[in-house]
């Protein structure tokens, strides 16, 4: 496979990994879909890159929500969260603290944005969405819609999981995954475009992220759907994403991230 047919096919994961159902986050786009101008509560989830706090700060600050989350403990993306917080603002203290305490203080630190709800305990996707709903019972929240804010690359398994544990179909649930890539073919290597989206993973750690998706979003006795794991509600994998991801195997087979069980839901 060259490298023109590996971009294609990385680019065919990214896209539909990365799901979003409105093209920018703005009060414009929520009317123009659902006829609404703010949410009742928008979501941040700590795996994101850092570039998703920036995204959700703006439109926080420009009140497209009248609540806002964000959830996050202790996972396998934190340190790299903290190196890049604390790099680009060396007066947050990033040691040690959890991805929900990074991103507050950052959107704090740059929107002044106060008042919002904290979840520090969630290690992986499946605890992320259980904690959440666990904080909005808490704080008395009534939804009747909501936008939930990952790391594109885990978008889609996390509204996978909301269809499976909000249990009440009458609440909306809005996609936006904090980024959208391109992988693309320059002086002979894989490049990413655009450029410059703050703490964007190196290639190789991104093609394992996308890769190790598609595995868990399979609904079989290996995967995390209704007839496996029972982690998510049930995923319709397009035949050309699964193509793609087999021609990518070839290639990056030892790329496919796997669970670490340090970050698993304690039962």
Not at 109 to 124: H, V
Not at 137 to 144: A, R, T, Y
Not at 256 to 263: D, G, H, S
């Amino acid at each position: 496979m060259d490298l023109y047919q590996m971009a294609e096919n990385i680019n065919i994961l990214s896209g539909f990994l990365g799901k979003r159902d409105i093209d920018t986050l703005t009060s414009q786009a929520l009317e123009e879909k659902y006829r609404i101008s703010q949410t009742d509560l928008l979501i941040l989830f700590g795996g994101s890159i850092a570039y998703g706090c920036d995204v959700v700060g703006q439109a926080v600050s420009n009140h497209i929500v009248k609540n806002f989350m964000i959830v996050g403990g202790e996972g396998h993306t934190t340190e790299s969260l903290r190196r890049t917080i604390h790099n680009a603002v060396p007066e947050i203290e990033t040691t040690g603290k959890m991805e929900a305490d990074l991103m507050s203080e950052y959107i704090k630190w740059k929107y002044d944005i106060d008042n919002i709800l904290i979840e520090r305990n969630s290690t992986n996707c499946g605890n992320n969405i259980t904690y959440a709903l666990d904080v909005i019972k808490q704080n008395n929240l009534s939804l009747n819609n909501l936008i939930i804010v990952q790391d594109s690359t885990m978008q889609c398994r996390m509204d996978a999981g909301f269809r499976k544990y909000l249990q009440d179909p009458k609440v909306e649930v809005i996609n936006f995954a904090s980024y959208q890539a391109r992988v693309e073919v320059k002086n002979e290597k894989l490049v990413m475009e655009p450029t410059g989206i703050w703490g964007m993973w190196e290639i190789e750690r991104y093609v394992s992220l996308l890769m190790g998706e598609i595995p868990r979003l399979l609904d079989d006795i290996h995967g995390y759907g209704p007839n496996g794991k029972n982690y998510i509600a049930h995923v319709d994998i397009p035949i050309n994403v699964l193509k793609a991801f087999e021609e990518l195997k070839v290639e990056y087979g030892d790329l496919v991230r796997v669970a670490n069980p340090l970050y698993a839901s304690k039962r």
